[in-house]
Nanobody, 124 residues
Framework: QVQLVESGGGSVQAGGSLRLSCVAS????????MAWFRQAPGKEREGVAA????????YYADSVKGRFTISRDNAKNTLSLQMTSLKPEDTAMYYC?????????????????WGQGTQVTVSS
């Protein structure tokens, strides 16, 4: 059974940093592509960053390019998201997701496995 568990969320002031982690279990971590999504109240879930299982190529939403960095440690079955220069508009529930096949990196419907989420709140 695939399980994803996020941690690292919290409350920070604008300009601050947070590092999110996602621990995966129940499958071979290196065989899955991984992504971070976020969802703010009243808004649709949106992709933030993704990493291919094949080439470790990273993909970022325009809104976070240059501020967020996605990384993975296959030996520890973990996915991380380093977030810097945080803005109030980054406030959302952040989710870790996994899928086996390629396609649209930021389409939530393509990811069958999800964590429960970790809340990030950025105050101005």
């Amino acid at each position: 059974q695939v399980q994803l568990v996020e941690s690292g969320g919290g409350s920070v002031q604008a300009g601050g940093s947070l590092r999110l982690s996602c621990v995966a279990s129940g499958y071979t971590h290196s065989t899955y592509s991984m992504a971070w999504f976020r969802q703010a109240p009243g808004k649709e879930r949106e992709g933030v960053a993704a990493m291919s299982r094949i080439s470790d190529t990273s993909y970022y939403a325009d809104s976070v390019k240059g501020r967020f960095t996605i990384s993975r440690d296959n030996a520890k079955n973990t996915l991380s998201l380093q977030m810097t220069s945080l803005k109030p508009e980054d406030t959302a529930m952040y989710y870790c997701a996994a899928k086996f096949l390629g396609g649209n990196w930021f389409a939530p419907s393509e990811y069958p496995y999800w964590g429960q989420g970790t809340q990030v709140t950025v105050s101005s």
